[in-house]
């Protein structure tokens, strides 16, 4: 399985999973090729560290994530 980061959309995509339409600029969980939403990226990521940040930045505590 290729690592998991996220990052935030340069271009427009849709969640792998759940179809819903990332706009540029959103955050987003990337594995590969594919791209997830904060919603679909908490019950997929495999990293503590980055489950804390995902859940940080779904409930508006994180305005943004550096690395």
């Not at 998991?4 to 819903?20: I, M, N, P, T």
């Not at 090729?33 to 505590?61: F, M, S």
Request: hydrophobic share 30%.
């Amino acid at each position: 399985m290729s690592a998991q980061e996220l990052v935030q959309a340069a271009r427009k995509r849709k969640c792998s999973k759940c179809g819903k339409t990332i706009v540029k600029g959103e955050y987003v969980l990337r594995t590969g090729k594919k791209a997830y939403c904060l919603d679909c990226a908490a019950t997929i990521v495999t990293d503590p560290v980055l489950k804390e940040k995902i859940e940080g930045l779904r409930k508006g505590q994180l305005t943004g994530y550096t690395q």
